[in-house]
């Protein structure tokens, strides 16, 4: 099979086209022909060498697919060779076959077709657990979501609004701030010309934010306890900026606050198949009636992934960029 090999750390140039064996399935795993796969940030930071993948999990890049299963391992009950299903792996997105948990599969929602399902699960896997799960969000709450543009952005907008929050969000840029009020966020502050803590201050007065995520962190972290609501909750999943910030912690007591934040990968299979079975029985039926969709901001095909980290890099897109694999996506 054609794999995407990282020989060294680097830049995006460092990727390059190999081939290799194709991989087994465990007994708990299924073999996918993989249609189409996801990109995400993650994906940029294992490149650079700065997000080495777990000892037992693949060593090439990609953490969500598409595609039909060829193979399923002896253990594996849910699933029959020529399911169509997207899948959060453990690595080795970036290839024409790979492995992933049957837990952590889903079927492809109707009506979209591969490259808009290989775009679903690292972020929606990531926002439901974060938000949802960790946050607790409910209707009639405040939610504001740092870097609304991202695939993460896009997905938690669009989440929020389906169970009935009204979200505020950040972005760098006019041309997104409108995007994501079209995807359902109230308001869309343009952080390059104005400082969100005070628009929002003013916007909510003593309402405050009732969930925040974070993506951003630094001089974020104090502004988004400033503007949390009483008993609000603040989770952070990355930090663009800084994961250090001076910050004075008497409204966490004032206001009994909740702190908190995760990344997905080192989580357990188990912790895994929670989020995969919540999203089958709340999220996917809304996929199903067009009341959420992922955003797709480009596609490229596999050879062409080094130009495909290189947009993501430059901040330019307006939710997921995906790579086309093979010739069924």
């Not at 991989?23 to 708990?28: M, Q, S």
């Not at 104090?222 to 999943?237: S, T, Y």
Request: contains cysteine; hydrophobic residues 45%.
């Amino acid at each position: 099979m054609r794999y995407i090999d990282l020989p060294e750390f680097g830049d995006a140039d460092v990727m390059c086209l190999a081939e290799s064996q194709l991989p087994t399935a465990a007994p708990n795993e299924v073999l996918i022909r993989v249609a189409a796969a996801g990109i995400n940030r993650p994906d940029v930071i294992q490149r650079q060498g700065f997000y080495p993948a777990p000892a037992d999990a693949s060593p090439v890049l990609g953490l969500e697919v598409a595609g039909e299963i060829t193979a399923i391992g002896s253990a594996v009950r849910s699933w029959q060779v020529g399911d169509r299903v997207c899948a959060l792996v453990n690595g080795g997105g970036y290839a024409e076959y790979a492995v992933a948990p049957a837990s952590q599969c889903l079927p492809i929602p109707r009506g979209l077709d591969m490259l808009q399902a290989a775009a679903l699960p690292e972020t929606f896997f990531t926002v439901w657990s974060n938000v949802f799960q960790r946050c607790g969000l409910r209707s009639g709450e405040t939610l504001l979501v740092h870097g609304g543009a991202s695939g993460i952005g896009t997905t938690a907008i669009q989440l929020g609004r389906a169970f009935g929050a009204r979200v505020f969000t950040t972005v760098g840029s006019d041309d997104k701030a409108r995007a994501c009020e079209q995807l359902g966020a109230e308001l869309a502050i343009n952080y390059r010309d104005e400082d969100f803590y005070p628009v929002l201050k003013e916007r909510l007065g003593k309402r405050g934010i009732d969930v925040t995520l974070d993506i951003v962190g630094g001089d974020y972290i104090e502004k988004n306890i400033k503007l949390a609501a009483v008993e609000g909750r603040i989770v952070n999943i990355a930090y663009l900026q800084s994961s250090v910030a001076e910050v004075n912690f008497m409204p966490v007591m004032l206001k009994r606050l909740t702190l908190t934040g995760s990344t997905l990968r080192p989580q357990s299979e188990s912790q895994k198949a929670d989020i995969a079975q919540q999203l089958r029985e709340r999220v996917w039926p809304l996929i199903e009636t067009g009341e959420l969709a992922p955003v797709i901001a480009e596609t490229y095909e596999l050879a062409q992934v080094s130009d495909a980290h290189r947009l993501l890099e430059s901040n330019q897109v307006v939710g997921k960029i995906v790579l086309r694999v093979g010739d069924r996506a």
